[in-house]
């Protein structure tokens, strides 16, 4: 079983940053994906971005949506992982959810943090 808790949600104008943070615990050793996705009002949850553990390092990967304004990044023991996100804009608005995939093909969900980006 692996745990994951978001933070950093919280209200910014469009055009602000905003980091996220999500904290897992449990079998951590077992995670090999980890990512970012976002549920706006109404709409479908969508992925944002995804950091891979690979033997040299991490892959990371995101939506077009959010290329050159969003970074993940995650620590060596897979057990935090981020989201900086820069030059917000109001369709950015949405609850952000952490995802974690394990080898065994188990996903584990944390329960979002809302971001809100005003005009």
């Known amino acids: 079983q692996v745990q994951l808790v978001e933070s950093g949600g919280g209200l910014v104008q469009a055009g602000g940053s905003l980091r996220l943070s999500c904290a897992a615990s449990?079998?951590?050793?077992?995670?090999?994906?980890m990512g970012w996705y976002r549920q706006a009002p109404g709409k479908q949850r969508e992925l944002v971005a995804t950091?891979?553990?690979?033997?040299?390092?991490?892959?990371?990967t995101y939506a077009d949506s959010v290329k050159g304004r969003f970074t993940i990044s995650g620590n060596n023991g897979r057990t935090t992982v981020y989201l900086q996100m820069y030059s917000l804009r109001r369709e950015d608005t949405a609850v952000y959810y952490c995802?974690?995939?394990?080898?065994?093909?188990?996903?584990?969900w944390g329960k979002g943090t809302l971001v809100t980006v005003s005009s």
């Open positions: 995802k974690a995939a394990n080898y065994y093909g188990m996903d584990y």
């Open positions: 950091i891979t553990s690979v033997r040299t390092g991490y892959i990371a």
């Open positions: 449990g079998s951590t050793s077992s995670i090999e994906v």
